[in-house]
C-alpha cells in the first residue's frame, strides 16, 4: 500500500515513477480525484454534524413553535447525513480500490522493461563446465537414474507434480538442511511458519492473485496455500510496534504451492515450474536506512550457498516489468544449466520497503519516538531448483552424477550411479 499523504504532495513524481512499471499516467489523478471528493463529503458531514449538535442543545430551552422548527430541522439534517454517509462509503471504496490496484514504485536503480528478457547482467561468476559428450537436462538424467517420477504424480495429483526417488530425495533432504542451517549460522533467526494463512496474510504480502493461489475449504474458513513463507513470516508481526535498534532477520522452511497460471506449455518436463515445491526463504525487517546495506547483504548470503554447492551463475537486475508489485528493486541469481544451454533463475532477493508493512500495520519508533512504517525484505536461501543445477552441472561421462561436497555427509554418499 502506498502512502496516500506522499502522493498528495507529489503527484507528478508518482505518476512517471509508476507509470515505469506500466501503471496508466490516468491512475494518480482518478485517485486524487476520488480522494477530494472523500474529503469533500468529510467537511460536508462534519459540518451537519456540528450544525445537529448546536441545534440539539438549543432544544431544551425553546418551547412551541421554536422547538417544532428545531426538531423538523433535525430531522432535515439527519436525513442528509445518511446521504452523505452513503456517499462517503462510496467514495472510500473507490480510493482503496484504486490504492490496492497501485505497486510499489521501482527503485531509480531498476533498469526499465516490459520483460525479463530486459532484465541486465550484473556480472557472472564460476567457470561453465566443459562437456566432451552431448549433456543431458535435469529431466533426461533423472529418468536414466531412476530419481524421478513425473507420470504416476501426474496420475495421482495431476500436472506439474512429481515423486522425488532414490538419491534426488535425499538430496533433497540434504539441501535443505544445509541450506536452512548455512543462514542460521549468520544471524537469521531459524522458523517453521505456517503452511496455511487467512486471505489478509496474502493481501498484506501483495500476492492475493486468486488465479494464483489455492484456496482450501471456500466458504468454511478461507484459508490459503502458501506460495512463499514470505507471507506468513512477514505477517508475523503484524499489527506490531517492533524493536528495530537490530534489524529482524528470520530464516523460514516451507513448502510452497503455486498454480503458475499463465505460464502454459512453458517448462513442462521434469521440476523447474511445478505446483509444489519446498524452499528456505529469508525475511528482514529494519528501519528504511538500513535497507539498502541489508539487500546487499541477502544477495551475498544467496552467493555464497551457490558459491559453496560449486554452482556457475549470474547476478541480474531485474527491470521494472517484471518486479511485481511488492518489490521495488529485485536481484535474481540464475545458475547455468547445461542441459538447457542457458542461465535460469535459481533465487532472488527483493526490496519491498514499506510497501507490506503498510498493508499490515508494521511498525517502529524512530529516534524521536515517531511511529514509522518498518521496511521489508526478503531473498530465497534455496528452493528445489539447485537439484537442476547439480544434476546438469555435475553429470558425468559414465552416466553418473557427483554430490557437491558441502552436502556429502549429509547424504552418506558422495555420487549418483545408474541403476544395475
Not at 2 to 20: C, G, H, N, V, Y
Not at 211 to 232: A, H, K, M
Not at 349 to 360: A, G, N
Request: some cysteine; aromatic content about 8%; overall charge negative.
Amino acid at each position: 500500500m502506498l502512502d496516500l499523504k506522499q502522493i498528495r504532495k507529489t503527484p507528478e513524481e508518482f505518476s512517471k515513477m509508476l507509470a515505469r512499471k506500466g501503471v496508466p499516467h490516468s491512475a494518480i489523478p482518478e485517485l486524487l480525484k476520488s480522494d477530494e471528493r472523500r474529503r469533500s463529503l468529510q467537511l460536508r458531514f462534519d459540518d451537519l454534524r456540528a450544525q445537529q449538535n448546536e441545534v440539539s442543545k438549543k432544544i431544551p430551552t425553546l418551547s412551541g413553535d421554536e422547538k417544532n422548527t428545531a426538531l423538523a430541522e433535525m430531522k432535515k439534517v439527519s436525513a442528509q447525513k445518511k446521504e452523505l454517509e452513503q456517499q462517503q462509503s462510496e467514495a472510500e471504496t473507490t480510493v482503496s480500490s484504486i490504492l490496492e490496484k497501485l505497486p510499489n514504485p521501482p527503485h531509480a536503480a531498476a533498469p526499465d522493461g516490459k520483460s525479463d528478457e530486459e532484465n541486465v547482467v550484473i556480472r557472472t561468476e564460476g567457470k561453465i563446465p566443459e562437456f566432451d559428450f552431448e549433456p543431458k537436462d535435469h529431466a533426461d538424467l533423472a529418468e536414466i537414474l531412476d530419481l524421478l517420477d513425473t507420470e504416476r504424480s501426474a496420475k495421482v495429483s495431476g500436472s506439474r507434480f512429481y515423486y522425488l526417488k532414490n538419491e534426488l530425495a535425499i538430496l533433497q533432504r540434504a539441501l535443505i538442511f544445509w541450506a536452512f542451517s548455512e543462514v542460521t549460522k549468520k544471524g537469521f533467526t531459524p522458523m517453521i511458519p505456517p503452511f496455511l494463512t487467512r486471505e489478509n496474510a496474502i493481501y498484506g504480502t501483495g500476492y492475493l492473485a486468486h488465479d494464483e493461489n489455492y484456496v482450501v475449504n471456500p466458504g468454511v474458513d478461507d484459508l490459503f496455500l502458501i506460495g512463499t513463507s514470505e507471507v506468513p513470516m512477514v505477517s508475523y508481526h503484524s499489527d506490531e510496534i517492533l524493536d528495530l535498534e537490530k534489524p529482524k532477520m528470520y530464516v523460514s522452511y516451507s513448502p510452497c504451492f503455486r498454480r503458475e497460471a499463465g505460464t502454459y506449455g512453458k517448462d513442462t518436463r521434469g521440476i523447474f515450474r511445478v505446483h509444489q515445491f519446498e524452499k528456505v526463504e529469508m525475511v528482514i525487517f529494519c528501519k528504511p536506512d538500513e535497507t539498502e546495506k541489508l539487500h546487499e547483504q541477502i544477495r551475498e548470503v544467496e552467493e555464497d550457498l551457490l558459491k559453496k554447492l560449486g554452482l556457475p551463475y549470474q547476478v541480474v537486475n531485474v527491470c521494472c516489468g517484471d518486479l511485481g508489485i511488492s518489490a521495488t528493486k529485485k536481484y535474481d541469481l540464475e545458475a547455468w544449466l547445461p542441459g538447457q544451454n542457458k542461465y535460469r533463475e535459481m533465487t532472488s532477493t527483493s526490496i519491498c520497503t514499506d510497501f507490506q508493512s503498510r498493508r499490515l500495520n508494521i511498525r517502529f519508533r524512530d529516534e524521536n519516538g515517531k511511529l514509522e512504517f518498518a521496511h521489508i525484505l526478503n531473498g530465497t536461501a534455496v528452493s528445489s531448483r539447485p537439484l537442476i543445477g547439480i544434476l546438469e552441472n555435475f553429470q558425468q561421462a559414465d552416466g553418473s552424477v557427483l554430490v557437491p561436497e558441502v552436502l556429502r555427509d549429509l547424504c552418506g554418499f558422495d555420487r549418483i550411479d545408474p541403476k544395475k
